[in-house]
Structure formats: structure tokens, C-alpha cells
């Protein structure tokens, strides 16, 4: 994604429920799409890719794919040119701060929305903003044949990640080789550890939770997060942000509020039956 920010050019945004289902084809632009809520299955050949609130998934300029809606919700897109271009394959990024990058979104869909003679420019500033979160949190240094060998395991961890029963040691099976040269590619892959990554994760989502619903119980959070213990969640979360699930809720509320107003989706882009 981050080869086509070289030369990208702002086109449009907008908020909708998820994307409906069905095949798209040949995308002639350039798309990002952030998750705010729900879960949507993207599939690619053989590939598939669960997003999930606080993920963001690029589809680049001439992609093809089917989309499937496992929990309806919604999604922040974004469209951009670029005479740059970096193959047609789909890819979920998810190892930035949520929050960040939500607030990003919502800034580029508060621009785009102003329409003034600065919104193009308000918009492209917005764009790139997103663009320097993803390479802030990039590290992606293994060779092609490296992640590979991560594939089987990192599916499963993008499938079941916020699942009670998610295990690192099940995540670790899924692949053909050992425990200590699977933690070493692992974090040179995300630039932590298998166990960091989960707890940034989930805490991540409880962040996206609590500053889209402060009311909801930490029971509900816990769950939606993949712990059973709301107790055991609690101190997590205290422990990781300095404060509690409850501050942090009052917090958001009182620095963003409620979300803005949604905007009609562009007919433009269909899926084809």
C-alpha cells in the first residue's frame, strides 16, 4: 500500500453499513476501508481475510474479490489514484494504534463532508495522515518465502484472535516449524512478541468499544475482546493504558462525543451478480 502513497491523489470517502455482499470486479481505484464495527470476510482466490472493528484493508487498483457478511456493521472507505502500483493482492493492516487510526478516518470524513474551496487539500493532508500511521507501524522485514511460512499461522490468529479460546500455542501449530524460530519470525513480521501482539490487539478493541459505546458494561467488553473474566480484563486494561475501562470511556466521551452524520454511499462501485 505504502508504494502507492508516493503518488497518491484523494478521490472520495464516505461511512456505510458493511459492503454487500457479492463479487467485485477489477476495482478501479485504489480503496481503504476501516472497520468501526462488525465482521466482514474478504475473499481472494484462495485467501481469506476477517476484518474486524479496528482493522483497515487496503484493495488496490484493479483487484478482484468477493466480500462476505459474517456480523453486519460499519465501515469507513476511502478512495485514491495512484500511477503507483503494488500488485492486486488484498492486505489487512492492524498493528497501529486503533484509536489513531480511527480518528484519522473520521477527520478525512469530516473534510470531505465540509465541502470548501480547502476540502480537496483537507482531504489529501487526512490521506497521508493514514499513510504515515500504517509506516509508523510497519515492520515487515521477512523475505517472501519467511512469511510464508507465518501464513497458516496468522490466519488463524486473524480468524479467532478475539476468540475465548484463542491460544498462542494453537497459533504456533498451525505452521511446520518450531515454537522458537516461529516467535523469532513472528516478531520480526510485527516488531513483538506473539503474546505482546495479542494483548495490544485485544486492548486495542476494547479502546474502539468504549469510545464508540461508553455505556457498555465491562462484561460485554471482556467478551467482545476474548476474555471471560471482566475482573481479570480490567486490571489488563488498567495496567496497559494507566487507566480504567471506565475513565477511559468517560474520557472519550467527553473529548469526541458521538460520532458524525453518515453520508450516501457513491453508486459507482457495485458488485457484479
Not at 13 to 28: A, H, I, L, V
Not at 65 to 73: N, S, V, Y
Not at 148 to 161: G, S, T
Request: net charge neutral; charged share 25%.
Amino acid at each position: 500500500m505504502l508504494v502507492t502513497a508516493q503518488n497518491a491523489t484523494f478521490q472520495m470517502c464516505f461511512k456505510m453499513s458493511s459492503p454487500s455482499p457479492g463479487r467485485y470486479e477489477d476495482c478501479k481505484v485504489n480503496l481503504l476501508s476501516y472497520k468501526v464495527s462488525g465482521v466482514t470476510e474478504y475473499i481472494q482466490g484462495d485467501r481469506s481475510i476477517i476484518t474486524s472493528r479496528g482493522k483497515v484493508i487496503f484493495m488496490p487498483y484493479g483487484s478482484t474479490f468477493t466480500t462476505r457478511i459474517i456480523e453486519p456493521g460499519e465501515y469507513i472507505e476511502v478512495r485514491y489514484t495512484s500511477i503507483s502500483r503494488t500488485g492486486t493482492d488484498l492486505r489487512l493492516y492492524s498493528g497501529f494504534n486503533a484509536r489513531e487510526m480511527e480518528a484519522a478516518f473520521r477527520r478525512l470524513l469530516s473534510a470531505y463532508t465540509s465541502k470548501d474551496e480547502s476540502t480537496f487539500y483537507s482531504c489529501q493532508a487526512q490521506l497521508y495522515q493514514i499513510f504515515a500511521i500504517v509506516a509508523k507501524s510497519s515492520t515487515s522485514y521477512l523475505s517472501h518465502n519467511q512469511r510464508r511460512l507465518l501464513e497458516p499461522a496468522i490466519e488463524y490468529m486473524q480468524e479467532h484472535l478475539f476468540d475465548p479460546a484463542f491460544t498462542i500455542r494453537e497459533m504456533e501449530s498451525r505452521t511446520d516449524i518450531s515454537d522458537k524460530y516461529f516467535r523469532t519470525l513472528f516478531a520480526a513480521y510485527y516488531g513483538m512478541s506473539p503474546q505482546r501482539y495479542m494483548i495490544n490487539e485485544r486492548i486495542q478493541l476494547a479502546k474502539t468499544i468504549l469510545a464508540e459505546s461508553p455505556s457498555t458494561s465491562m462484561q460485554v467488553v471482556a467478551d467482545e475482546i476474548g476474555y471471560s473474566d471482566a475482573l481479570y480484563f480490567s486490571r489488563l486494561f488498567k495496567k496497559e493504558t494507566g487507566e480504567s475501562p471506565t475513565q477511559y470511556a468517560r474520557r472519550m466521551e467527553e473529548e469526541f462525543g458521538k460520532p458524525g452524520p453518515e453520508i450516501p454511499r457513491p453508486g459507482s462501485f457495485r458488485p457484479t451478480p
